[in-house]
């Protein structure tokens, strides 16, 4: 009931395109969904981050979906180019209490061709 | 956003010798800090919890006795890798949080460990 499901494990697109990500939990708990970018050698710094109180939540050109009911959410980068490309984690967390264990998703390693 | 750095940023030691690793908060207090062991291209799993003043709490499988946690005060946390071995050469991550209610963690820039 912990786990976060991310898919794809690996994702090349082609620069200007659209790059999407999905992620799935079972824990109806969690209540903070945030999106990670990692790139090589280096710690993973907060992209974007949605409450299931909102569908959507949109910064430049990063877009988190929120669907409850199904218990998903994705990540969709927007005219995606060649510095985005890096792993890309999606994350859940609960609790009332801020700074709560983080679970983390698979990884999505985007290649973007330019 | 708020900056945690870690050091050292790489470090080689030899088998059955310890290895500290800082954590800092350059500009926020953190009450909670998290330490994460990442291997190639794996997530990140989760190794400890531990807050200003109190003892760390461990994720099911790590031993705490091998992995030696403080967090002395609101800007800085310490890993020790105590009598390492090569299976404990990894990417250490540290993040801290600084207890407000907007629950994101700042991550460092991670410690890459290899024990020869």
Redesign the interface.
Known sequence: QQQVKQSPQSLIVQKGGISIINCAYENTAFD?F?W?QQFP??????LI?IRPDVSEKKEGRFTISFNKSAKQFSLHIMDSQPGDSATY?CAA?YGRS?????T????T?LAVRP | GAVVSQHPSWVICKSGTSVKIECRSLDFQATTMFWYRQFPKQSLMLMATSNEGSKATYEQGVEKDKFLINHASLTLSTLTVTSAHPEDSSFYICSGSSGDLSYEQYFGPGTRLTVT
């Open positions: 903070y945030p990670y050698g280096k710690g993973p710094a907060l981050a984690f967390s801020s700074g709560d264990k983080l983390f998703g698979t990884g390693r």
